[in-house]
């Protein structure tokens, strides 16, 4: 019989004294803050490995746990794999730079702190400007179901029209496209790209976002192949979404991308 282990998620072991990730529990501010800021380098590398980069494009925040009208993001014009912990910069819902050495991203700013001031709920997005993401979001359309990743977005994400392919560098812009993140975690900006947002930390909304460029890359391969597909059924891919597209779920993905950065990657907390 196996021992009795409280459970959030059925991908948690029901035995004892398996090795398994616990979500931490922080004893002050400064540790926690500590650990997002790792956390943020780390998904910042995740993206460069993925080939997420161009040029300064593309921008990852999270809030500061104790004063969460402030972010923590990636500095201007600094490659993804050259992000660590000593070139974070922390910034305002006005995009001032109250903390650190480099500039802010204008679109970053602009995009990001709306989202962040629109809802408070919201501790972490991630944008960038991908290959298959952007092709994708030329097209105005939603995921399908096509299989049981994809349908960990199915209900749960937003195609945005407003702003579509205009650079975003003006206040009104972002609060435009804001608006349309309430009770979602993703969104296709139509002729800009992807964005994911996160109620639970930067591991959640930075493994999302990797997760919905692949789903794009594969709804465009099929469509690519004149084939239609067979869609997961509405009832069954709500079942997957519960079990498989959760915030934690994202975070528990994110898990052995952090360990496998820290082991290869030793130069991201310096």
Known sequence: MLDSVKRTSVYQPEQLGLRFPEMPDFKSPEEQRLHLKKRLVAACRAFAQQGFDYGFAGHLTVRDPERPHLYWTNPMCVHFAQVRLSNLILVDHEGRVVEGDYAVNRAGFVLHAAVHEAHPDIVSMCHAHTEYGTAFAALGQPLLPISQDAAAFYEDHVVIGDEAGKVAVEVKGGHRVANAFAGVKAAIHQNHGLLTASRHGIESAAFWFIALERCCKQQLLIAASG???????????????????SDYIGWLHFQPIYEHLVATQPDMFT
Do not use: W
């Open 227 to 245: 084939q239609t597909p067979r869609l997961v059924p509405p009832d069954k891919a709500r079942y997957s979404r519960e079990h498989v597209g």
